[in-house]
């Protein structure tokens, strides 16, 4: 095992220690300067030569180089084509600072070959390195300056724009927001619509009744929806016509309801007699002649007609308001 070991040892002397026909693995490295100042840049260039076929394992650099040497930037693995001896030369720079004042030892950088297809692999390493770090000179000889504030820098046009360009939008803003704020007020304050004016009451159960005539409900057989569409008609003009709710009252409450207007009693005794006779078509199922529709029908023109040539003012419609309520 220990003569093995010699003759290994002689054959990594003879091809990788000694030129064999030119060609020799060699690991070297230089620095940009051997002094700088403290935070200062120093160029680490470290370079290998390998002969053709070769394998290299370049190291992975990370943000120090050794305890007080930090690694700024680094760049790209440059491979340099043959020389004319058969050899590969491999290159990258590491841009090195280092605070720490003084002798500071850059270290050996170690670089693993083998032959393509071999098992076995080799380590190389570049010489250590050493640079000095100046320290910072303090004149301790001169006395201590008075702190200088701030200065006031001009103020550039390019600095004022987005103030006028701020100060302009927030003036449309304000400006939108009263326009908005006057033009709905005057929309409020538009002028009224005048409506139609209504169709008086009398009127309009006239022009109702003539339209029940012309349907020929009871002709048809609809006796009773012919009266209950005529008594319909009656109890909205009394409503409208003298505010007696008489939509829902009964055939006594609607006469007692328009007793104290003292229509004529002529036509009252046919708005009583067509109530009456059309409760008992709608409840008792009872069948009028022909000639009785005609006259309940003529009764209630009479009525309608007969009650609103008494009303001469709103007292009489004050004086039933006040009988309903009581």
């Known amino acids: 095992m220990k003569a093995a070991k010699q003759i290994m040892a002689v054959v990594l002397i003879v091809v990788f220690g000694l030129k064999t026909n030119g060609q020799a693995v060699e690991a070297i490295s230089k620095i940009s300067a051997d002094?700088?100042?403290?935070g200062e840049r120093l160029m680490l260039e470290i370079?290998?030569?390998?002969?053709?076929?070769?394998?290299?394992?370049?190291?992975?650099?990370?943000?120090?180089?050794?305890?007080?040497?930090?690694?700024?930037?680094k760049s790209e693995i440059e491979q340099i084509p043959l020389d004319n001896d058969g050899n590969v030369w491999m290159r990258q720079e590491l841009t090195l600072t280092i605070f720490d004042t003084g002798f500071q030892q850059i270290p050996p950088v170690k670089l693993s070959f083998k032959p393509r297809g071999d098992s076995a692999s080799f380590e190389a390493s570049?010489?250590?390195?050493?640079?000095?770090?100046?320290?910072?000179?303090?004149?301790?000889?001169?006395?201590?300056?008075?702190?200088?504030?701030p200065r006031k820098e001009p103020v550039t046009l390019a600095e004022v724009i987005p103030w006028i360009i701020g100060g302009l939008g927030l003036a449309v803003i304000v400006a939108l927001i009263i326009w908005f704020f006057v033009y709905r007020q005057r929309k409020e304050k538009a002028l009224p619509i005048f409506h139609k004016p209504a169709i008086p009451p009398y009127v309009k159960a006239l022009d109702e009744l003539d339209t029940l005539r012309h349907k020929k409900l009871w002709q048809n057989g609809k006796v009773k929806a012919y009266y209950s569409e005529l008594t319909d008609i009656v109890r909205v003009y009394i409503e409208d016509q003298f505010n007696v709710p008489a939509v829902e009252m009964t055939t006594p409450e609607i006469l007692k309801g328009i007793k104290p207007l003292q229509i004529n009693g002529d036509a009252s005794s046919k708005l009583e007699h067509t109530l009456q006779l059309a409760d008992l078509v709608k409840f008792a199922k009872m069948q009028p002649s022909a000639l009785e529709h005609d006259l309940c029908l003529e009764g209630i023109v009479t009525f309608v007609k007969e009650s609103h040539a008494n009303i001469s003012d709103n007292d009489t419609i004050d004086i039933a308001e006040k009988e309903v309520q009581q």
């Open 47 to 73: 370079n290998m030569k390998a002969p053709e076929g070769f394998e290299v394992a370049w190291p992975d650099f990370q943000d120090t180089l050794a305890a007080g040497i930090e690694i700024l930037d």
């Open 126 to 149: 570049t010489p250590p390195l050493q640079v000095y770090v100046r320290p910072v000179q303090i004149d301790t000889t001169t006395t201590f300056k008075p702190i200088i504030g």
């Open 35 to 38: 002094s700088l100042s403290p």
